[in-house]
């Protein structure tokens, strides 16, 4: 089992910075690849972006990629996000996942362990 805590999320204008972090415990943190996704009112998850489990692959959607940057900290169980050159369509609630697949995954039913979000919002 793993728990995940995420922070950070808040109201920023357009052109912003925020960094989220996800704090995980319980089981091996380092042992899985990590994932971030976010939720717009009235819109499906979507996935933002991914980091393996050792730091080194990453992965983004293409309209956060210049923009956003996913890391990790396996010393301190936490997967952070990056996130610059904020746009008021970035606005929604922020998830972060845990997948123990071997590749990086996109899809949110491939992900085994969820956090409870934080808000984001992006004003013109």
């Known amino acids: 089992q793993v728990q995940l805590v995420e922070s950070g999320g808040r109201l920023v204008q357009a052109g912003g910075s925020l960094r989220l972090s996800c704090a995980a415990s319980?089981?091996?943190?380092?042992?899985?690849?990590m994932g971030w996704f976010r939720q717009a009112p009235g819109k499906e998850r979507e996935f933002v972006a991914a980091?393996?489990?050792?730091?080194?692959?990453?992965y983004y959607v293409d309209s956060v990629k210049g923009r956003f940057t996913i890391s990790r900290d396996n010393a301190k169980n936490t997967v952070y996000l990056q996130m610059n050159s904020l746009k008021p369509e970035d606005t929604a609630v922020y998830y972060c996942a845990a997948d123990g697949g071997m590749v990086l995954r996109i899809t949110s039913r491939s992900y085994d362990y969820w956090g409870q979000g934080t808000q984001v919002t992006v004003s013109s």
């Open positions: 319980g089981r091996t943190f380092s042992s899985y690849n």
């Open positions: 980091i393996n489990w050792g730091g080194i692959s990453t």
